[in-house]
């Protein structure tokens, strides 16, 4: 048996990691490490899912326009998923051209291409396109309003619940901020969010000609190195909040800030979530799928003596900068494998330990296909031992 050695790294403080687009329960800071004009906020990083820290993050809140997370999130899985194009001619209904609150003020009867409905939601956060959309996709906006619910749980959004998809004030109507840093973490797997999501102004043309002018509801498109993208809202129930998002030196972090008294104080906190976030906090990969691990595996019955083994799946760890700690990968490997295996079959792990705690687990697969022995490599391996000896 050839002896795989353990791999000791020298990293700074560790988290544990979650799939992508998971976020773990506990927070790395037991309580904000800077003061949060806000009644909720969480700060994470969603490539490992990991929650900086957080304020009241589980607290049931109406969050007004940043209820259309959800709604974007669902037009653009409509396009990935090929239910929608870009340019399908949108019908506006009365529905649609009665809502009120932030709006491009459609005209009930036009008919306006995807895209322009899309923009105007992600730059305006515009209701009457929203429930436009949601029309379009669904058949109507209950419809619309039950898929996001439905959606919602099957991102454990467990104390969420969406009675419209605009966020105007409804009785029953609330989620977290837990609950929003996830739906948020979800639309931003999506590329063409932010084609539109950086645009700080625009306008809408109408079939009659007439325009609107759109202007981004997020200013800290504007104002903060690294932001782009984000859903603002205010009412009198919910407050001002936000979900923004911002990229510096490889690391995204997204910032949930619900409940302050004014914008100001909305866009401050985020910005100061984000300072500190980027300021104290790296990645470090510590996996690459398809990385090969050192040394072959015995093969028992097959055409070759030995395979080489390779890591499937990337592992990156969120670290405090200036607090080095150590991580063990350990690996769950037989003494040997039997063939027939083909390339990518699983052969073992590779756990993850920090301070004796397992944080992860990594798959172990072969990373070339080995045979069966047949009569011939049989012969020609004894022939190859004889002559070689």
Same mark, same amino acid.
Request: hydrophobic share 45%.
């Given at each position: ?119 105007? &939601? ?60 996830? &739906? ?134 969120? &670290? ?70």
């Amino acid at each position: 048996m050839r002896k795989f050695a353990c791999l000791l790294l020298a990293l700074a403080l560790l988290a544990p990691c979650a799939a992508r687009g998971e976020l773990m329960d506990a927070a790395l800071e037991t309580a904000p490490p800077i003061p949060l004009l806000c009644e909720s906020a969480v700060l994470v990083e969603p490539e490992s899912g990991q929650i900086l820290f957080e304020q009241n993050a589980d607290e049931r809140r109406p969050v007004a326009s940043v209820t259309k997370v959800m709604a974007i999130l669902l037009a653009l899985e409509a396009l990935e998923a090929g239910r929608a194009t870009l340019e399908d001619p949108v019908p506006v209904s009365q529905t649609a051209a009665g809502m009120g609150g932030s709006q491009v003020l459609l005209d009930a009867g036009e008919t306006l291409p995807f895209e322009t409905l899309l923009k105007s &939601m992600i730059v305006g956060s515009a209701n009457d396109a929203t429930v436009a959309i949601g029309e379009y996709l669904y058949g109507s906006h209950q419809l619309f309003v039950d898929r996001m619910n439905e959606r919602a749980q099957e991102l454990g959004m467990a104390d969420t619940h969406f009675v419209n998809s605009t966020g105007l004030p409804a009785e029953g109507h609330y989620t977290t901020a837990r609950d929003v840093a996830r &739906m948020t973490v979800e639309m931003l797997k999506h590329p063409l969010y932010f084609e539109y999501s950086t645009i700080w102004l625009d306008s809408v043309i109408h079939e009659s000609g007439r325009e609107t002018q759109l202007t981004n509801t997020n200013r800290l498109i504007r104002l903060y190195d690294g932001c782009d993208g984000g859903k603002t809202g205010s009412t009198n129930e919910a407050g001002y909040c936000i979900s923004a998002t911002a990229e510096r030196g490889g690391m995204r972090l997204i910032a949930v800030v619900l409940g302050a008294q004014s914008s100001s104080d909305r866009f401050d906190t985020a910005a100061s979530m984000f300072d500190y976030g980027f300021a104290n906090y790296r990645l470090y990969p510590v996996a690459k799928s398809g990385a090969k691990i050192k040394g072959e595996m015995p093969v028992e019955g097959g055409n070759l003596p030995s395979i080489a083994l390779m890591l499937q799946g990337d592992l990156t760890l969120l &670290m405090k900068k200036g607090t080095e700690q150590s991580v063990e990968l350990l690996p769950n490997l037989p003494q040997s494998v039997q063939a027939p295996l083909d390339m990518g079959d699983a052969v073992g792990s590779v756990d993850v330990v920090l301070d004796g705690r397992k944080i992860a687990r990594i798959a172990v697969v072969a990373a070339q296909a080995v045979g069966r022995q047949d009569f011939a490599d049989g012969l020609r391996r004894v022939f190859g031992r004889w002559l070689f000896q």
